[in-house]
């Protein structure tokens, strides 16, 4: 059986399932990462040869680098997939592609699941349902949103992951005084109305452009609350088969068919607006969702959409049809909080639906699962209080984005 390559990038610890099964496969793995994360446990077994960085910004000069340390590593092994683990990397891993002509997501197609101004534009465009937003390219159309549009307002960074970055402003002189701070970095930021309700997340597999694995869930609070109000981070599994399951489902698969999605993992947010009941598209990736929201939705379905993102892979390189394992409906949650003690005692989480313990220092982090929904729900409510009243601690958001 031919032996194919695979050039895996990551500036960050994520992706070992992805890994480990693209190896299995047969495959050769390379990894590029940063220089920083040589000590991580990466799963050396499962990789060929690694590759570090200093740098990991998507500079210009950083990626013209890249590139030449490619074109160096394909004299003597031929390239057959750039995968991107993170977020960060998608920039990235599309260059190469392009620069090598290796199949795969262009930077054209990467614009969307990575420019928050870009993949706005593309759901407007093909009439799926955004908050109102604009770039902040000129000052006559800044004043004409400002206007026209009601506050409060988010100020947004077009390439950061979650809530990194963001300033919420409530009226117009508000928001040209984080303009005018931004000085010349203001194109690479947008502005959005802020639309109070509910975050969701679709955690997804397409292959061949049709969505084969299409997974609902729903933040208890949302990713920008827990960043800017030191709450503790939850999600849990929708209902399956509910009227928001359905519409999340169809809305997930028409922006994957507008944004050009072919054969990637993809995790992807939407807000349910409090004021008129409707869902309204966020912002997508092409990658596992972080947060070990990934495991969240093993421990659910019994789909690890890392080791299935590799599977599906490696089947389009052998010319195979890759098929999904079967898929239970059951349900899982998550909490995540900082902590105060490095090491937190996770004795008090002990309920026989615990799937596993998160060690990471200074944090409190598990994941549950169970049959029902509501027995779910309980135990993260159950744990957030123990979490609240024992553990929890808060850093303040830094002003300034960062990886």
Request: net charge neutral; proline share 5%.
């Amino acid at each position: 059986m031919k032996k194919y390559t695979f050039l895996c990038i990551t500036f960050y610890y994520k992706g070992v399932e992805f890994l480990k099964q693209c190896k299995k496969e047969g495959n050769t793995v390379f990894l590029l990462t940063k220089k920083k994360l040589e000590n991580k446990p990466w799963p050396w077994e499962s990789i060929d040869d690694v590759f570090y960085m200093e740098n990991d910004e998507n500079t210009p000069e950083n990626i013209a680098n890249i590139i030449l340390g490619v074109a160096w590593l394909m004299r003597k092994h031929k390239i057959d997939r750039v995968v991107a683990l993170d977020d960060f990397d998608v920039e990235k891993a599309a260059a190469i592609r392009e620069e090598f002509r290796i199949p795969g997501m262009g930077q054209t197609t990467a614009r969307y699941f990575r420019d928050k101004l870009a993949m706005r534009i593309q759901a407007r465009d093909a009439g799926l349902r955004v908050p109102a937003f604009s770039p902040l390219f000129n000052d006559d159309e800044i004043n004409h949103y400002a206007d026209t549009i009601p506050a409060p307002w988010l100020v947004k960074p077009r390439s950061e992951a979650s809530a990194t970055g963001i300033k919420k402003v409530y009226d117009k002189q508000q928001l040209w005084d984080v303009i005018n701070n931004l000085g010349d970095r203001r194109h690479m930021f947008l502005v959005e109305q802020f639309k109070p309700g509910d975050v969701y997340h679709v955690d997804a597999l397409t292959v061949g452009g049709k969505m084969l694995f299409n997974w609902t869930s729903k933040y208890l609070a949302t990713p920008f609350d827990v960043a800017h109000g030191a709450g503790i981070f939850r999600s849990m599994t929708l209902e399956h088969n509910s009227a928001d399951d359905k519409v999340l489902k169809k809305f997930n698969s028409e922006v994957m068919k507008a944004f050009g999605m072919r054969n990637s993992a993809s995790h992807t947010e939407y807000i349910k607006c409090y004021e008129d009941g409707q869902f309204y598209f966020l912002e997508t990736s092409a990658r596992v969702g972080g947060a070990h929201l990934g495991t969240m939705v093993e421990a659910a379905s019994g789909i690890n959409l890392w080791s299935e993102w590799a599977r599906l892979e490696s089947c389009l390189l052998r010319g195979e049809t890759y098929e999904l394992p079967p898929v239970k409906k059951h349900y899982s949650g998550i909490l995540i909080s900082l902590a105060r003690q490095k090491h937190p005692d996770m004795s008090p989480f002990n309920d026989p639906e615990v799937y596993c313990h998160i060690p990471e220092e200074h944090h409190v982090a598990l994941i549950v699962h169970s049959e029902k929904q509501g027995r779910v729900l309980e135990l993260l409510d159950k744990y957030a209080a123990i979490v609240k009243e024992h553990y929890h601690a808060s850093a303040p958001v830094p002003d300034k984005p960062s990886h």
